[in-house]
């Protein structure tokens, strides 16, 4: 079985473009769930989408926004970018099940850096 | 707020060696994973844990959960190089629906031979 695969790998943007970010879940996989990893905080939440809709959002501002696609396919947005914003992007896919174990199947993330 | 935190944050060692990272909530979690993750890539999944005093094992690797499911911890006996790498705890958020997990900083890891 194929597993998450996220596009690009690698980005440098500069401060106030924007960037959209892909994510290819597992098949089978209906939640798609995106993380924000940085040195300083660590891997954060920043929103999960099920059967293409947003099912829960993390504490970030309004610039970061996510769909998901019938195939379960996703992508997430960044606009008006900030230096702050430079991290690794995750990627992770589920099957979709809430409850007490919620095992996460995490891609290799994209690195962003914003100039 | 639900908060995982993990120590030490760093840890060196040489091959051969045994080590332990934990991972300590104020907040009852309902199960708590382990994923180590490597330079460049994303966290892997190692076990997950939900009963209170659940103790798993995976080879040289065991993962304890607290009796009162507020903090686990991994022990790895005879470490190897192979073991180096960041090391996190997380939990499913109490109020949060879906699949959303909270992650501690985690522990950096690194074994040399």
């Known amino acids: 079985k194929a597993g998450v695969t996220q596009t690009p790998r690698y980005l440098i943007k500069t401060r106030g473009q924007q960037v959209t970010l892909s994510c290819s879940p597992i098949?089978?996989?209906?939640?798609v769930s995106w993380y924000q990893q940085t040195p300083g905080q660590g891997l954060q939440f920043l929103f999960e989408y099920f059967s293409e809709t947003q099912r829960n959002k993390g504490n970030f501002p309004g610039r970061f926004s996510g769909r998901q696609f019938s195939n379960s396919r996703s992508e997430m947005n960044v606009s008006t970018l900030e230096l702050g914003d430079s991290a690794l992007y995750l990627c992770?896919?589920?099957?979709?099940?809430?409850?007490?174990?919620?095992?996460?199947?995490f891609g290799p993330g994209t690195r962003l850096t914003v100039l | 707020t639900q908060l995982l935190e993990q120590s030490p944050q760093f840890l060196s060692i040489q091959e051969g060696e045994n080590l332990t990272v934990y991972c300590n909530s104020s907040s009852v979690f309902s199960s708590l994973q382990w994923y180590r993750q490597e330079p460049g890539e994303g966290p892997v999944l190692l076990v997950t844990v939900v009963t209170g005093g659940e103790v798993k094992k995976l080879k040289r690797l065991t993962f304890q959960f607290g009796d009162a499911r507020k903090d686990s911890s991994l022990h790895i006996t005879a470490a190897q190089p192979g073991d180096t790498g960041l090391y996190l705890c997380a939990g499913p958020g109490s109020n949060q629906a879906g699949t959303a997990l909270i992650f501690g900083k985690g522990t950096t890891l690194s074994v040399s031979s």
């Open positions: 992770a896919s589920s099957p979709g099940t809430s409850g007490r174990i919620r095992e996460q199947f």
């Open positions: 098949s089978g996989h209906r939640s």
